[in-house]
């Protein structure tokens, strides 16, 4: 991340071992790691930060970049400059952000869809919500967990931003990083273990269907009139896909997805049941409900990174950096109307 020396200066005193300002050792917990300033051999006088990668932990990252702020020019910009940066998004001002970027993994393809800055600056006031919410489809639904913990962080980073007045960031974004794939073994409803040994009538589900799973959902047992009781735990780091080939119209049972969401601590629990009285149909719906609709408290736990970055342009101020707040706001309240819809 190349840097202005006055930018650099202020950005690594956050990452100082000897920091003691209360409002810089929050404002850490915000940004990626840090692990020192660089020079190419070539350019002795740039200066780059080296900051964490992360996306690593991830397995299919679905990656959005979101400048943030009513003005994408520092006070010292030069009225080339500024003319130059608000004829690139006029909007900037009204909106207070701009998706710069995104990357989404569908799951149902296999595939990533990517979109560049193009894309962003064509949004406007009426269509910036759907624009921001094709990064949180997968291709089967809508990722509801990842939008409600994005909000979540995003509200802490306002918090910061609204009890200092420190610093100003100028054209800085926030990069957002959530978990696209299900990484899971697959299990076939009518293998032996689940058709035989777990009772499932014959004939109820054709040898072609697999449900892919992880941690937040198991088979766990069948009672005799044949119904399928599966646990989902409140651990949504991961996402589910269903592989649906066929299903057998002339059978009429009963498909009952029992859903337990359980904290570690066991103080939250939840439970419910969604029964489908005619398995002639498709059972996707039935699993969004499941997975694309789970309330708050399980939306929060999803594996989602919101971290601030590119400060090339940060400035000590004494004042609120209204412009950033204004657009953290907007944000927030885009993406909670994508959670209402």
Not at 10 to 39: A, M, N, Q
Request: hydrophobic share 35%.
């Amino acid at each position: 991340m190349g840097l202005t020396p006055g930018g650099c200066h202020r950005i690594t005193k956050v990452y100082d071992s000897d920091c003691c300002d209360s409002v810089l050792l929050e404002l850490r917990e915000h940004l990626p790691k840090y692990f020192g300033v660089w020079s190419p051999p070539t350019a002795p006088n740039d200066m780059y930060l080296k900051l964490e990668d992360v996306t690593r932990k991830f397995n299919k990252p679905c990656i959005m970049d979101v400048k943030i702020g009513q003005k994408s020019y520092d006070p010292y910009a030069s009225a080339e400059k500024i003319q130059q940066q608000v004829s690139k998004y006029p909007l900037m001002e009204e909106i207070g952000f701009l998706v710069l970027g995104m990357r989404v993994y569908h799951v149902s393809s296999d595939s990533y869809e990517t979109q560049n800055q193009h894309y962003g600056r064509s949004l406007t006031k009426e269509t910036v919500k759907d624009g921001i919410s094709k990064f949180f489809h997968n291709g089967y639904c809508l990722r509801k967990d990842a939008i409600a913990a994005s909000i979540q962080k995003i509200e802490k980073i306002l918090k910061w931003f609204e009890g200092q007045k420190q610093l100003n960031f100028y054209a800085s974004s926030l990069l957002f990083v959530y978990e696209g794939s299900s990484q899971a073994p697959g299990v076939r409803l009518s293998d032996v273990t689940l058709a035989e040994k777990r009772g499932v009538p014959k004939g109820l589900l054709s040898g072609g269907d697999i449900l892919e799973y992880n941690n937040n959902i198991h088979v766990i047992s069948s009672t005799e009139n044949g119904k399928i009781e599966a646990s989902v735990s409140k651990g949504l780091s991961k996402f589910y896909a269903l592989h649906k080939k066929a299903y057998s119209k002339r059978h009429h049972s009963q498909l009952s997805l029992k859903v337990e969401s359980l904290e570690q601590d066991n103080v939250w629990k939840s439970s419910t049941c969604l029964a489908q009285e005619h398995l002639n149909g498709n059972v996707i719906p039935q699993l969004e409900k499941v997975f694309c609709h789970m309330p708050a408290e399980i939306k929060e736990s999803a594996n989602v990174e919101v971290r601030m970055i590119d400060f090339a342009h940060v400035f000590p101020s004494n004042t609120k950096d209204e412009g950033y707040v204004y657009g953290l706001k907007n944000l927030i309240t885009v993406l909670k109307n994508i959670l209402d819809n």
